[in-house]
C-alpha cells in the first residue's frame, strides 16, 4: 500500500456512553477539516452521537455502513457509524446498559483492525469500575487489546505522548511502596526494547534516543539515597546500549523535564506512574495521547477519564481526542510506507 | 517601619566561587533597574565578582562596604561587597579554598540576617562535597540556616516556588523506598501549619488553599493501590481543616499540576522530592525559587546548583537569582508592613 493511496479509515470505539466519549467524536469530525484528521468511523452509537452532537449544539450527520471500506468516500459529509449498536444518551448517567455498549463497541472495533479492515484503533475513556460489573476481567482497555491481537500483557506498552514529551512509565497501577521490588533489569529492558523499535517503526525515528529516569532523588547520588540505579537501572541501560540503542541515564528525574533537557532525547523512560504522568499532564493536559507500544496494530487513547461530572455540559476538550486521530492516522501511514 | 522606608538591604552569600553563583550575581546588579530588583549586596568577593563579571562581558562596579547599612546609597551605582572575604576565580575548578570561602560567606550573611542588619538572606549555590570535605556537617544550607537562626530543622520548611507554581515536599533527600515509611501524621501536619502561617505573613494571602497530593497513583484509588492517603493523609487533613486551614485532598498528583488545577491552589503539598521537583523545573525551570519557610529570618535562594560545568561561560541564567532576590524583597516588605 503506498502513502498517497486512499487510507484505510480508523476505527473509533465510543468509550462509556454517559461519559465525555461520544461528543468529543462528533466534535473531532465536525473540526475534521481544520485539524486535517484522516477518515475515521465510529462502532456504533449513530443516536447516541447525534443526541451528544445536539446536547453540545454541534451540526453532526452520520451515516450508518456495513463495511469499514465505506468510511473513506463518505466522511467527508458524514460521520460514518458502523453496525447498529446503540443506546440511549443519558450524560453523567453510568449504568450497565451503558457498560455493554462500550465494551462492544470495544469489542467490534478491535476486532476490526486486528482483521485489517482498519488501519488503527482509538478507543474512547471507559469507567473500569463500570466493566467490572459486567464481568470485563482486564485492567484496563491496554491489556484487553493486548489479549486480542496476540500479545502478552508484559510486550505492550503504554506510552504517553504529547507535544512537549513522550514518556513511557515501567510501572503503573501499583501502589509506590510496590514500586521498588517491581522494578527488575528485564523489565526495564525488555520493555525498552519495544519502545525503541516502535519508535522507529511507527513514528519514523530512525534512531530514538531514550533518556532514562533514576527511580531515587537525584539519581541516588551514587548510591546514598536508593540503590536502584546501580544494582538495576544502569545495567539495563548498559545492556541496552550493548545492543545498539542509543539509552542514557539513569538521569535525575526533577531535571529531564525541563525544556532544555527535553530536546535532548525522544522518550523519557520513567520508573512510575507518576514519574511520567506529572510532567505529561502539567505540560500536555488536554494533548496528551495514550499509545499501545509493540502490538501487531496500531492503537491510541486520549489520555482522559469518562469525566462523568462534565459529560453533556459542552465543556470537555476535545484536543486529546483529535491528538489520538491525528497521530493514530501518522502512525498508520508510516507503518504503511514501510 | 514603614512599607515604603528605606529598605535595609538583602544579604547574599557568593556560593561556590567555582560555581555559576558569582557571575550570577553580577548579572544580577548589571540588570537592577529593569528587574525592579530590591538593593543587596554581596558577603565577600569583591575581586571574583569582578573577574567573574568581565569573564561574562559585564560592566561591573564593587565597592566596599563595612556595615550593611551602607548597602542602599551605594546600590545604584556599585555593588556593595560587605569585609574583606576574597578569592581567586577559577570557574569549574571546585577546590578547598573554595569551600572555605562558600562557608565564610554564607556564615557571614546568615549572622547579618540574624541581627537585623539584613533584611533577608539570599544563598547562592553551593558544592555539599566540597563543603563536607571540610567538616561543614549540615546536609544543606537549608538545615544550615535554621540551626543559625534557633529554629529546629523540622519545622523549617523547603518550598519551591516559581511563576507557575509553589509547591513543598513532605519528606526530601531520602531513597524512594524510604518513602512511605517516613511520613506521619506528625509530618504532614506540622509541616503543612509551617507553610499554612508562612503564606500568610510573607506572601500576603490571607486564606492560603494547600492542595495535598496522595502518595499513590490515582490517590491510592480509595485503598486499591496503597493505604497511605487513608491511613496518613486523609487524617492529617481533617486535621488541618478542624483548624481552620484550606487544605483539600489526597489529590492525585498527575492531575494536581495541569494548568486548570494549578488556579485552585495557592500550594501543593507534595509527598516526596521528585513529585514537587519535577512539576516545578518542566514549569519554571529558569526561574524556581527555594525559600525556607518558618524561620525569624528570610531565606531565599535560587533552585539551581552549582552547574560547575558551564561556569565562566556565560550561559549560565541569572532568571533564578534574580526571582529568588526580588521575592526575598518582596517577604521583606511584607513582614515590615504587619
Same mark, same amino acid.
Given at each position: 500500500?503506498? !502513502? ?19 461528543? #468529543? ?10 485539524? +486535517? ?13 447525534? /443526541?451528544?452532537?445536539? !446536547? ?21 459529509? /458524514? ?11 443519558? %450524560? ?17 472495533? &478491535?476486532?476490526?483492525? =486486528?482483521?485489517?479492515? !482498519?488501519?488503527?484503533? =482509538? &478507543?474512547?475513556?471507559? !469507567? ?17 487489546? *493486548? ?19 513522550? &514518556? ?7 501502589? #509506590? ?20 523499535? /516502535? ?19 537525584? *539519581? ?26 542509543? *539509552?542514557? @541515564?539513569?538521569? %535525575? ?5 525541563? %525544556? ?6 525522544? =522518550? ?9 504522568? =506529572? ?46 486521530? +491525528?497521530?493514530? @492516522? ?5 507503518? /504503511?510506507?514501510?
Amino acid at each position: 500500500m503506498f !502513502a498517497d493511496a486512499p487510507a484505510r479509515p480508523l476505527a473509533v470505539s465510543l468509550g462509556d456512553p454517559a461519559g465525555i466519549g461520544p461528543e #468529543l467524536i462528533a466534535e473531532a469530525w465536525v473540526r475534521r477539516n481544520q485539524e +486535517r484528521l484522516p477518515p475515521f468511523f465510529a462502532v456504533g452509537g449513530a443516536e447516541l452521537l447525534a /443526541a451528544a452532537a445536539k !446536547a453540545r449544539g454541534l451540526e453532526l450527520t452520520t451515516r450508518r455502513i456495513a463495511e469499514p471500506a465505506e468510511a473513506a468516500g463518505i466522511f467527508a459529509t /458524514a460521520l460514518p457509524v458502523f453496525g447498529f449498536l446503540d443506546g440511549d444518551y443519558r %450524560p453523567g448517567m453510568a449504568d450497565e446498559a451503558g457498560a455493554r455498549l462500550a465494551l462492544a463497541s470495544l469489542e467490534t472495533a &478491535t476486532a476490526l483492525a =486486528v482483521q485489517g479492515e !482498519a488501519a488503527g484503533l =482509538v &478507543t474512547g475513556p471507559i !469507567a473500569k469500575a463500570e466493566l467490572a460489573k459486567i464481568g470485563f476481567a482486564h485492567p484496563g482497555q491496554t491489556e484487553f487489546v *493486548a489479549a486480542a491481537s496476540g500479545v502478552a500483557a508484559q510486550d505492550a506498552v503504554m506510552m504517553l505522548a504529547g507535544p512537549s514529551l513522550r &514518556t513511557v512509565p515501567m510501572t503503573v497501577h501499583c501502589a #509506590l511502596s510496590e514500586v521498588p521490588q517491581r522494578l527488575t533489569f528485564e523489565l526495564i529492558f525488555r520493555r525498552s526494547m519495544v519502545v525503541a523499535r /516502535a519508535l522507529q517503526t511507527d513514528f519514523g525515528i530512525a534512531h530514538p534516543r531514550l533518556a532514562i529516569c533514576g527511580l531515587n532523588p537525584h *539519581a541516588g547520588e551514587a548510591g546514598r539515597m536508593g540503590r536502584e540505579e546501580i544494582e538495576i537501572i544502569a545495567p539495563a541501560i548498559a545492556a541496552l546500549r550493548a545492543d545498539g540503542i542509543d *539509552a542514557t @541515564g539513569p538521569h %535525575p528525574a526533577d531535571s529531564l523535564f525541563s %525544556p532544555r533537557a527535553r530536546e535532548t532525547y525522544d =522518550v523519557a523512560i520513567a520508573m512510575y506512574h507518576d514519574q511520567a504522568l =506529572v510532567p505529561l499532564k502539567a505540560l500536555d493536559f488536554d494533548a496528551g495521547v495514550n499509545v499501545t507500544l509493540g502490538l501487531p496494530i496500531i492503537r491510541t487513547s486520549p489520555d482522559h477519564g469518562t469525566a462523568f461530572a462534565i459529560a453533556g455540559k459542552g465543556v470537555a476538550d476535545a484536543g486529546a481526542t483529535i491528538a489520538a486521530l +491525528r497521530m493514530a @492516522g501518522e502512525m498508520a501511514s508510516r507503518r /504503511a510506507a514501510r
